[in-house]
């Protein structure tokens, strides 16, 4: 598994949001994470449609501050009360936590175990603190939990695990609350799950690992959250590779709108599929001053994504490779071996990309394969996956992988891909960058291991490029564009990448003039 884009690579180890300003003000944020403001964008690049900002963080609405009807009443005073209460509870109770912080027990395993329906709800004032003692906030397997109005803070999850519905139960709803500075992810996703109107900051890993260890999530809506500073261990630099971070990190998701975020200033990606998801609307998001790319849609099927606003990401990770000397074209919005399949159900059977504004990124699209890289291939770092179009991995093998279905159902294609009135500005002085940061992208590498793949030499490369439906057309230009085809040693202009060679981009406009 993993942010799979170097030529080289192998194997490595219905609520009502809180919209409150528009995508054309200055959108300096307005949290405690204390991010510095960069460059107001101009009014003239704005996108016809302007994108609201979901600021939760700072404008989060207060909870009751008298006990629902029939509540249980929560004691902050009583350390444990909320797990004791909850165990002594039928299902389907309410609990009213009162003003204050609000304590488990000190072993580090103490947690709330909710039963199927319970709600949680926070008066004013109510948190939930581990005290950098308790692993986990609330877990277990019931359906149908809600946790509403409640700060749950200071949680110590191992790596890869989260605090808040730990173990991925499903149908739960988590909506205006606030889940800040634990480690781990904030939380965990499963089935039918909604997220909606939550400040997820400043948590050590992700603002929510979408992973179910069994089955596959579906039906995820995650909808007006501001996602925000997260992945403050660092976690990239800890295991080099390990694709192990972002605001929030999708696996094996079928299903999923993403709308109406407010997607800022996290380490590293801000939403980041990964490995065998499809079915996803990604839609009217703001995804902005994100160190590493806004958005990676990776190893994975069949999406829209639309009418979001796209501006100032990649420049921590983007700057870091060219100053490195790496010449692969890395990409704010980033297509690694994912693309349109008809034969998987889902609202669409392409890759729709269309009606967004991206403004002074790091580049803008990359669409990549890695040759090496398909299933059971040693060169694929979700090793232990095939594509949705192979059931059982050993099937990829030598003879029957060079030769139909297999020699096509063994890859995730990067394919049929549309991408379209779009608007891609940039201004070199205001990402303060002179080469490497103006590039769009559809390439693979020289296929060479192992070495009974069948798809060795630039088969792949020639495929992406000329015969897999990989589309832009009628989008705006704003700045000095460059373009990378079948490999990242060609890099053309505008007028080569509309000839007849590509035959790209048919009627969309380009003026190299910065800005506008």
Sequence with gaps: MGYERRHWALAVAPLALALLATAGCDSTPTSDTGAKPRSTPSSSAAPAKKTPVARVCAEAPAGPEKAPAGAVTVDPKKVGDLTAKTKSSPAHT???????????????????????????IGAPGAVLDGRKKNQYAFGGTAHGVTLSHLTVQGFVAPPDEGVVNHDSADGWVIEHSTIQHNSGAGLMAGARQQVRAN???????????????????????????????????????????????????????????????????????????????????????????????????????????????????????????????????????????????????????????????????????????NADRFCNSPANTSSGDCTLLVKKTKRCAEPAIGKAPLYADCRWKTQ???????????????????????????????????????YQGEKVAEAITHKQENRWHDNVYRGPWKFVVQDQSKVIDFAQWKSQSFRQDKGSTLDPRAGG
Aim: contains cysteine.
């Design 199 to 369: 400040c997820l900051r400043d948590n050590g890993q992700y603002g929510m690992n979408a992973y179910k260890g069994s089955g596959r999530v579906t039906g995820l809506v995650v909808e007006g959250n501001e996602i925000v500073g997260n992945n403050t261990g660092d976690w990239e630099r800890k295991r080099k590779g390990c694709g192990c971070t972002g605001g929030i990190k999708f696996w094996a998701v079928d299903g999923a709108d993403v709308r109406g975020n407010w997607v800022h200033d996290n380490r590293g990606t801000g939403l980041w599929a990964d490995t065998n998801n499809n079915d996803f609307r990604i839609e009217d998001n703001v995804l902005e001053d994100n160190d590493g790319a806004a958005l990676i849609y990776e190893t994975s099927y069949n999406a829209v994504i639309r009418n979001n606003t796209i501006r100032r990401n990649n420049w921590v990770e983007g700057r870091k490779a060219a100053k490195s000397g790496d010449t692969f074209p890395f990409a704010t919005v980033y297509l690694s071996e994912s693309g349109g399949e008809p034969r998987i159900k889902a609202r669409t059977d392409k890759i729709d990309i269309y009606g967004n504004l991206l403004e002074d990124n790091w580049s803008g699209i990359t669409l990549w394969e």
């Design 416 to 454: 049929r891909v549309d991408i379209h009135d779009n608007r891609f500005v940039l201004d070199k002085s205001v990402v303060k960058c002179t080469v490497k940061c103006d590039r769009m992208a559809v390439l693979a590498n020289y296929g060479t291991y192992p070495d009974w793949s069948p």
């Design 94 to 120: 309410t609990f009213w936590l009162r003003p204050g912080t609000h304590r488990l027990d000190p072993d580090r395993y103490a947690q709330v175990i909710p039963k199927k329906g319970d709600r949680y």
